[in-house]
């Protein structure tokens, strides 16, 4: 079997690609500006709501429905969007799914198509998949065109291009479009503006993601800000549309919840600039052939899963991320895949379906399980729970190993005073290893603890030490 | 072998997922609504505003501009000193407008959203996507207090645009800035 592209080929485990991005100091400062902002304008957008509770509430159960009659609903989905006009492809994994739209391209001659930003065909690597089939793919949303013109990885599920201060994409803009723009956000929209107009109003072939299809009557949502989404879906003749097959709602009034929970979580705004639906074809307005394209790549073993599955509930809209502490400092690069952050650390291995794939056994150890993520899920999903789960998992999968071992001695040692004691007094000893009140590394089985983390020194005196010899 | 689509659903059927308790809508169904909320709240996202008595009266902004315009707006709408653009327009055409003027189907007061559908005095959904000015009248019966209402007021088969506010982007550093591929201005006419 090919490998998931959920995760990027060659890239480290977690624990090293946090280390070197820690070291990056420009990269922190810009993370913690934007999520920062972020993160208090979510406050702001959620505190006027005073049913905002039961709104997530009413998503989660509307999700876990979605999950329980997930047979039905998509054979209802089908139906309604074939008797619209529209085309319903089926995909298992994700080159079954990129082999389907590049033959839906050349069907139609496309040696270029515009996209909308979409988290399914980033999942799946459709552009890269497209290119080596000699169809050249325009991402269109400001951020996903900042990462594909810096020849760059996407660090956020919203904002691709978080990583990146206004200076370094004046400079990657300057270099690949060859215009003059100053490093103010109005001009470099501006430019970006200019640069991608032609495309929309001349290319044939629009590509999307969805992020809802309605299974009763066929409509598709896509929410967006710029306008380039309804560039993509209003002007060509053709629109592909690739989406997960978990991405549903049973009927339009659901909608009533996630219009709300959405906009909220994700850009702290009452409502986005633009939300488009559509069923299928509509005579005389947009695109007159629509195809939609249904990927399974790991959901279906994800759903297997009681306790993972609830990674399948999620809307992307990456208000876990902005509240994440470890994201915060390591960015979204070194999660090695489309979704990093909490969310990325739960879904990610298990799209992958691998715990003996060494970067996804890392992920759910990406984590101080300190439970912000969990507050802010606008459908609930409890990614402690499932980060604690899913390590289980990799311990089972990695059987009896050397970090096994050095954990039952530990518990050996944590059972008696004593041997506490004892084991204290050898380790006041480290201090001499210590460099600025940190160990860095420690002699085996020390060491499968200190290669992925710094321990703090032991005092000189311990407390049990300092106790009996002062109140004792 | 069998088709991607019977082993999709095979796989899912194979998971066995119990049945779910039926959903509990606890939240607000309706809210408070009304002309001045929706004012208050499309004025939010930097959009112009004005609550009108009169719309020819008002129309008079337009003076001296190609506008594109629906054939069935209401035929006082199309007042004298203005070059009203009708169907068909080719996308050069609507590129190279300086506006255009549309009704609407429903507004959501919560949101300070505008929604159109395609119906009457609203035109193709390319109509008011290409030119760089939306002036949109939004009629005082026409405002739902919430999400909830307005969704319930449309027929999900057509096709639908939710708007709020002009274009607009957070991508860089995650600030909000307005004016990117749709109409960079946005100017609502409520009618009372």
């Not at chain 2, 337009?62 to 315009?69: C, F, M, P, S």
Request: hydrophobic share 40%; glycine share 8%.
């Amino acid at each position: 079997m090919a490998r998931n592209p959920v995760t990027w080929l060659g890239s480290p485990t977690f624990p090293k690609a946090a280390k070197a991005a820690l070291n990056d100091t420009q990269l922190r400062q810009n993370l913690r500006k934007a999520t920062g902002t972020i993160r208090g304008r979510r406050a702001a957008a959620v505190a006027e709501m005073t049913d905002w509770e039961m709104l997530r509430v009413a998503g989660e159960q509307i999700k876990d429905d979605v999950l329980a009659r997930l047979d039905t609903l998509l054979l209802q989905l089908e139906e309604s969007v074939t008797a619209r006009g529209g085309v319903v492809h089926w995909a298992r994994d994700a080159e079954e799914a990129n082999r389907i739209v590049l033959d839906l391209c050349r069907a139609e001659n496309a040696q270029e198509v515009v996209k909308v930003k979409s988290m399914a065909t980033a999942e799946i690597g459709l552009n890269e998949a497209l290119e080596a089939g000699g169809v050249h793919a325009i991402e269109t949303d400001l951020a996903e065109l900042i990462v594909q013109l810096g020849d760059d990885r996407p660090s956020h599920i919203l904002v691709p291009a978080i990583h990146r201060n206004r200076s370094e994409i004046r400079e990657i803009f300057q270099r690949r479009m060859g215009v003059e723009v100053s490093d103010e956000p109005a001009d470099l929209a501006e430019a970006a503006r200019v640069y991608l107009r032609e495309k929309f109003l001349t290319t044939k072939v629009a590509i999307s993601g969805a992020n809802f299809a309605v299974a009763d009557t066929g409509s598709i949502v896509v929410l967006e800000s710029e306008g380039n989404g309804r560039m993509c879906l209003t002007l060509p003749d053709t629109l592909i549309t690739v989406m997960g097959i978990e991405k549903l709602v049973p009927t339009w009034q659901d909608l009533e919840v996630f219009l709300q929970l959405l906009p909220r979580s994700s850009t702290a705004e009452r409502m986005n600039p633009y939300t488009s639906v559509w069923t299928g074809v509509t005579p005389g307005d947009g695109p007159q052939k629509f195809h939609l394209v249904l990927i399974d790549n790991g959901r279906t073993a994800t759903l297997e899963d009681s306790v993972g599955r609830q990674a399948l509930r999620c809307i992307r809209c990456s208000a876990c991320l902005n509240v994440c502490p470890v994201y915060e400092r390591t960015g979204g690069q070194s999660y090695g895949s489309v979704y990093p952050g909490p969310i990325g650390a739960i879904l990610t291995p298990q799209l992958v379906g691998d715990m003996h794939d060494p970067l996804a056994a890392s992920l759910p150890y990406a984590s101080s399980l300190c439970g912000a993520c969990f507050e802010v899920c606008p459908v609930r999903i409890d990614i402690p729970s499932v980060l604690t789960h899913l390590r289980a998992e990799v311990v089972e999968a990695k059987g009896r190993t050397a970090e096994s071992v050095a954990m039952a001695a530990a518990a050996w040692m944590f059972a008696s005073a004593s041997r506490y004691e004892k084991a204290q007094k050898a380790g006041s000893l480290a201090r001499f290893l210590a460099k600025d009140g940190k160990i860095t590394s420690l002699p085996w089985p020390g060491s499968k603890w200190t290669s992925s983390r710094d321990v703090p020194a032991p005092p000189a005196e311990s407390f049990r030490t300092w106790w009996r010899k002062n109140r004792g | 072998m069998a088709s991607a689509k019977e082993e999709i659903l095979q796989r899912i059927r194979n998971a066995k997922l119990p049945a779910t308790p039926e959903t509990v809508r606890g939240y607000n169904r309706t809210g408070e609504g009304g002309v001045e909320l929706f004012a208050e709240r499309v004025a939010d996202y930097r959009a112009i505003v004005h609550a009108v008595n009169d719309v020819p009266e008002a129309l008079q902004r337009l003076q001296g501009k190609r506008i594109v315009a629906p054939q069935d707006v209401p035929p006082e709408w199309l007042i004298d000193g203005v070059t009203w653009l009708h169907e068909p327009l080719t996308i050069e055409e609507l590129d190279q407008a300086d506006g255009v003027l549309t009704g609407c189907a429903v507004a959501i007061a919560d949101t300070g959203t505008i929604v159109l559908d395609g119906g009457e005095a609203q035109g193709r959904r390319a109509l008011t996507l290409l030119p760089d000015y939306h002036l949109c009248v939004v009629r005082a019966d026409q405002i739902a207090a919430s999400v909830p209402e307005a969704l319930q007021r449309l027929e999900p088969t057509r096709p639908l645009t939710f708007i709020s506010g002009p274009s607009a982007t957070s991508d860089i550093e995650l600030n909000r800035v307005e004016g990117v591929h749709g109409p960079r201005a946005l100017e609502v006419l409520i009618v009372t």
